[in-house]
C-alpha cells in the first residue's frame, strides 16, 4: 500500500494533478518510467523488459491452464498438443 501511494503521487505530479485513469500521461509504471526518467533512459528500458517478460511469463501461464483444461477435456491429447487447441 505505501507504495503503491508513493506511485500514485509521482503520477500525479507528472500529470499536473490530473489523475492517469482519467487520460493522463502515465497509465502505467512503464510510461511513468519514460515520463520521469525519459524514453531512452536505462531506467525506462529496464522497466520496459521486466514489462514485457511479466507480459510474456503471463500469456505463457494462460496457455499452461488452457492446455491442462483442454487435456481434461479430451483425456487422450498430450500437453503440446492440448496446448496447441487451447490457442484456437
Do not use: E, H, K
Request: include cysteine; glycine fraction near 14%.
Amino acid at each position: 500500500a505505501y507504495v503503491g501511494g508513493l506511485l500514485n503521487a509521482a503520477a500525479t505530479r507528472v500529470d499536473d494533478g490530473t489523475r492517469p485513469q482519467q487520460g493522463g500521461a502515465t497509465a502505467n509504471i512503464l510510461q511513468l518510467t519514460r515520463a520521469l526518467f525519459g524514453a531512452g533512459s536505462g531506467a525506462a528500458r529496464a522497466t520496459a523488459a521486466a514489462w514485457y517478460l511479466n507480459l510474456f511469463l503471463v500469456l505463457g501461464n494462460y496457455l499452461v491452464v488452457m492446455g491442462s483444461a483442454v487435456q481434461a477435456l479430451a483425456g487422450g491429447l498430450c500437453a503440446y498438443q492440448a496446448s496447441v487447441v487451447a490457442t484456437l
